[in-house]
């Protein structure tokens, strides 16, 4: 790696189903890290759907395809742009274009060394796409995880065909040690015992524990927050960004609160 450059920690943030949340854990796991500190970037890896465009209301006049014109970094908008604690890549302005993975493999390539995570928005996937180099989860975030080192965050979720579509993917991927799981469980359920997620999961991912939905996590999505407030994160989220290298240390609330008085190091 060149002098003064960072080490970058990309992840994809997929699932096996639709809405379990994948867009709000891309979302909030890039502001949990940004707000702590991390250069920090979010990519709406969504092309057909951007719904990360949509959230942080970006106009169609910028997107991945400035990365071959201005340059990667000057492509990314800047946090105070998107009101957010992380840098905003948009997805195409033009979602049909035929070249649209090789303007992804270039714009990660390209932000490798400036940030200290990139963060990708993806669609859900499943085994055959996994299998199939034309398309987004086979042609560009499989050889990115199988061979630059990038990391998977999957959202599963606990029952019905969000558990059964989730876990078939993970076994499509079969990638225990570059994916975690942030599993789901939705509004007024009963959150399946941790114990049990371990045990399903063993041999497939690690476990970062059960994000449930409750009216207060509801209202983040709901008023456009970014994320939870730094230092309120749950610990599903926490797990995730240690588990991606992060130091546990700094999303300690004690820390800010100045419980531990002066910093020892
Ligand atoms: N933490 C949360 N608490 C409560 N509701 C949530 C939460 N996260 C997401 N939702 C609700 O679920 C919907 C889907 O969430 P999100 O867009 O993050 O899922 P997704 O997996 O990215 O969906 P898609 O498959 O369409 O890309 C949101 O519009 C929101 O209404
Ligand atoms: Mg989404």
Partial sequence: MAKGKRHTATAFVT??????????TARALAQALGSHGYVTLLVDGNPGQQSQRAFLGVDWS???????????MASVLRPREVKAAFGFLPGPMAPQDPDLLD????????????????????????????????TFA???????????GARL?????????????????????????????????????KPRPDRQWRDMLDGLATYAGTD????ESARIVD??????????EPDWL??????????????????????????TR
Avoid: H, N
């Fill in 103 to 134: 303007r992804y493999g270039d714009a990660l390539v390209r932000l490798e060394g400036s940030c200290d995570f990139i963060i990708v928005d993806s669609d859900r996937l499943d085994g055959t796409q996994w299998d199939d180099s034309d």
């Fill in 15 to 24: 699932g096996g189903s639709g809405g379990v949340g994948k867009s709000f």
């Fill in 62 to 72: 910028r997107g991945i395809e400035d990365v071959g014109i201005s340059g990667a």
């Fill in 223 to 232: 008023t456009g927050l970014r994320g939870f407030e730094p230092g309120s």
């Fill in 153 to 189: 965050v999957f959202r599963v979720g606990q029952s019905g065909s969000q558990l059964d579509d989730g876990m078939a993917a993970l076994s499509a991927v079969g990638l225990p040690e570059r994916t975690i799981v942030a599993a789901q469980c939705a509004g007024g359920r």
């Fill in 238 to 263: 926490v797990r995730t960004a240690v588990w991606l290298g992060a130091d546990k240390s700094r999303f300690r609330k004690e820390r800010k609160g100045g419980l531990w008085g002066r910093r």
């Fill in 138 to 148: 086979g042609g560009l975030i499989r050889p990115l995880v199988e061979k630059a």
């Fill in 212 to 215: 449930v939905w409750t009216g």
